[in-house]
């Protein structure tokens, strides 16, 4: 039976007029704003992606913070997201993509890129291998889940979840647990980058993070899986 993060679409409309005001909020000990994270975000997708033109969805894509960008760069973007007042918003904010509210309406088959921009950890645990064994029919061949999420072997990332009004009660994962979800779904092979090392005050330093990638002290985790051809 097919499920998706709906059972907290009410939780999500409640937040959704204010999800960027509680989203800058909790990031001020990095310096920056979200406009930050997702510009990160979509490079690191961009690299990963390597010019494959094939639709992107934005799984769980909240007000549009990736999908605009996503839209932005170009190429045929959708997003999908249980909330309606967060697609409205979204919608506004990206109006060259095409927004669904409802998973039944997502084309399957399609997409050469589903992306997860920290979504999971506001699934319940028991549900997260559903929503990626929903996600892999979306996918065409070759296709690949890329998964961002926060870093739950940094404190720092800890804190700052913890303080979020939007992150009450969320059980953040760690990157085995990611890994496992998509290679027990067909997604192989699976890879991983750490990502997002300093903050602000020691943007200098922030050349050395693609370097870095390996090492489990980033304050997010990309893990990538693909769909057999």
């Not at 997708?45 to 799984?59: K, M, S």
């Not at 009450?168 to 027990?184: A, D």
């Not at 330093?205 to 390996?214: D, H, S, V």
Request: charged share 25%; hydrophobic share 40%; with cysteine.
């Amino acid at each position: 039976m097919s499920t998706s993060i709906e059972p907290e679409d009410a939780e999500f409309d409640a937040h959704a007029g204010r999800y960027r005001e509680m989203h800058a909020a909790v990031l001020t000990a990095s310096g920056e704003d979200p406009e930050y994270f997702a510009l990160y975000k979509l490079k690191v997708l961009q690299e990963i992606v390597d010019g494959d033109a094939r639709p992107i969805l934005d799984y769980g894509c909240g007000i549009g913070n990736l999908t605009r960008l996503l839209a932005d760069a170009g190429g045929d973007v959708h997003g999908y997201d249980p909330s309606s007042k967060s697609v409205e918003t979204a919608r506004e904010r990206a109006p060259s993509a095409t927004f669904h509210d409802r998973l039944t309406d997502v084309p399957q088959n399609l997409f050469g890129t589903v992306v997860l921009a920290n979504v999971l950890h506001h699934v319940q645990p028991s549900e997260r291998d559903q929503i990626i064994r929903d996600i892999v029919p979306l996918l065409a061949p070759g296709g690949r889940v890329m998964v961002f999420e926060h870093n739950r072997w940094n404190p720092l990332t800890v804190r700052a979840v913890r303080r979020c009004e939007f992150d009450e009660g969320v059980t953040l994962l760690n990157e085995p647990e990611l890994r496992h979800l998509l290679q027990s779904n067909g997604l192989t092979p699976v890879r991983k980058r750490f990502i997002v090392f300093f903050p602000k005050a020691l943007r200098m330093f922030r050349r050395l993070e693609p370097r870095l990638a390996w090492l489990p002290l980033g304050a997010q985790v990309c893990v990538w899986g693909v769909k057999p051809t």
